[in-house]
C-alpha cells in the first residue's frame, strides 16, 4: 500500500496517516494480521517524525484498527462494531456531511450517486472485515 501525504494540507499529518491506514483495510489493500512497519521505519519511508508515526499508530490502536505488541509490531487488527458504537458516529457524521452538502447545493440524487461511487470505489467487502 502506498500513502500519500500532503504535507500542504491543514489535516495534520498523523490524522492523514490514521486515515489512509482505515482506508486501506477498507479496501482491502491491509489484511487482518498483516504487520504495518515500525514507527522508525514509516516516518523514515514518509519522511516525517518518529512522534507524528507514534500518534497515528496510537490513535489506530485506540480504535481498534491494529494492535500493537513488542514482539510482533504493530498488525491490522479490524473490529465488528459489536455495539453499534460505530454506527452512532457514522450517524452523526453523515448528519452534518449531508447537511454541508444541503447548503452547498448538492441535491440528494447527486449526493446519493456520489455515496455509491465512493462506496464502490472500496471494492468488494472481504469476509473478515464484514
Known sequence: MII????????????QLRNAVVVGIGKGELAPGEGLPTVRQMAEDLGVNTMTVNKAYGILKSEGFI????????????QKDKFGVFREKAEEELLLLIAEATVRGLE?????????????GMGAPKAELV
Open 4 to 15: 500519500r501525504l500532503d504535507m500542504a494540507s491543514e489535516v495534520p499529518i498523523y490524522v
Open 67 to 78: 494492535e500493537i505488541d513488542r514482539r510482533h509490531g504493530a498488525r491490522i487488527n479490524p
Open 108 to 120: 440528494k440524487s447527486e449526493f446519493m450517486e456520489l455515496c455509491e461511487k465512493v462506496y464502490a
